[in-house]
């Protein structure tokens, strides 16, 4: 049965049998469907696919704890509540943590929470004598309320689901799995690791133990206010999986980017361009007063060739925030400045704009002779700056670009 909000009950019946059938089935379908191979196939141009680290699900969870509302599709927690419905508006607030990553990103890839909340069962419970294990009855029925309390949240965002727009990440295909840290499935990419040492800000110390000695973690304090201490093992570990992968890492906080932004391989001539962290992304003022909706997000995504011209506004957006020292400044003085690059873009838009040609009256009347000398001459002089002249006028082309361009900049005009 296909799932719909309206076949929702029906799940409801289903035996527990089946459900360990099926969590052994999903398991089954991730192996034989999911392949490394969809990680591995190289970006094509202006295609961002960012990922966030299952190592760092606690450091996500603690920001989202202060900043959204919790949420099972990221963090350490995929069990959603259990004692009541979920509605729509809620689930839209689970979203809130992705939404503006979804406003420039082709991809987004996390941990498949959903199986996550039912690993347990489909890799270590018997279908045919769980019963006659209390552990097993628990974990379970656990499992059995967590799926069904998936499948509206799966029905909400099953479009950015099926356009690839956030993609379910079996958590098992992450290189250096099943190890918390230094992983001798990659050690020949760890040891190629290098760090540019000297290039250090002094928005980083290394911290040492009461003994003077720097703790073997390897552990870095931001001075920022707020700022947790990281391991560098572990953002080296996300740096490399990423890498191999060929996704985009996004890092829990400024200050973990940063590290991360001075690796690369012995071989590369210059560390890579980081695309961006969990936090910073907050500066661009989307929502207003109401939340980003995830109905907007679909419109938004469900045409690709708009959402390129969208995606290029939010990091061009984004740039200028931080180039003009706008991150301090409140929502409104960053909203009202994005509503007055957008314009000024949309005035440029217009001033190439055939329609603008077309309208304006000297411009139409000088068309319309030299269209009507075309056909009633063949003076060659006449011909050639008629020619000339409709040259000026914009091709299909370029106003399908003008077109994508200025729907682009409707949506955004839309969240803000």
């Not at 409801?12 to 591995?40: N, P, T």
């Amino acid at each position: 049965m296909q799932l719909k909000k309206k076949t929702i009950e029906f799940f409801q019946e289903i035996s527990s049998d089946k459900w360990v059938d099926f969590s052994k089935f999903y398991l089954f379908r991730m192996k034989e469907g999911f392949k490394k191979e969809h990680f591995l196939s190289s970006n094509s141009e202006g295609h961002l696919r960012l990922y966030f680290e299952p190592k760092l699900y606690d450091q996500y969870t603690s920001i989202i704890e202060k900043q959204y509302t919790p949420t099972p599709l990221l963090g350490e927690r995929p069990h959603p509540p259990h004692d009541r419905k979920i509605s729509s508006g809620e689930i839209s607030k689970m979203l809130n943590p992705l939404k503006k990553h979804l406003l420039f990103s082709n991809s987004i890839y996390i941990r498949d929470n959903f199986y996550y909340c039912f690993d347990m069962v489909a890799d270590s419970v018997n279908s045919q004598d769980w019963r006659n294990n209390p552990t097993h009855v628990y974990l379970v029925e656990r499992s059995i309320n967590s799926v069904i309390n998936w499948l509206p949240i799966l029905c909400e965002i099953r479009t950015l689901i099926d356009t690839g727009s956030i993609v379910f990440m079996p958590y098992y295909f992450t290189p250096s799995f099943p190890y918390s840290g230094y992983s001798p499935s990659v050690k020949k990419s760890w040891n190629r690791i290098f760090y540019e040492k000297g290039s250090e800000t002094t928005e980083s110390e290394e911290i040492y133990d009461s003994y003077g000695n720097r703790k073997p973690a390897y552990y870095f304090k931001s001075s920022g206010i707020g700022e947790p201490y990281f391991s560098e093992e572990v953002i080296k570990m996300t740096w490399l999986n990423s890498r191999i992968l060929n996704l985009s890492p996004v890092y829990p906080t400024k200050n973990m980017l940063n590290y991360a932004s001075k690796l690369r391989f012995t071989e590369d001539l210059a560390p890579r361009v980081n695309i961006a962290d969990f936090t910073s992304i907050n500066i661009l003022p989307f929502g207003n007063e109401q939340e980003i909706s995830i109905r907007d997000l679909i419109k938004i995504r469900n045409n690709e060739e708009v959402f390129k011209e969208v995606a290029k506004s939010i990091i061009a957006l984004k740039n200028m925030i931080e180039k003009e020292n706008l991150s301090a400044t409140s929502d409104e003085t960053r909203r009202l400045y994005c509503k007055g690059y957008l314009q000024e873009q949309l005035s440029i838009l217009e001033q190439k704009s055939i329609i603008k040609f077309v309208r304006n009256p000297i411009t139409g009347i000088s068309l319309s002779f030299m269209v009507g000398s075309m056909l009633l001459t063949s003076n060659p002089l006449i011909s050639l700056f008629a020619g000339t002249a409709s040259s000026a006028i914009p091709s299909v082309a370029d106003k399908l670009l003008m077109n994508k361009k200025q729907k682009a900049i409707g949506h955004i005009q839309m969240l803000l």
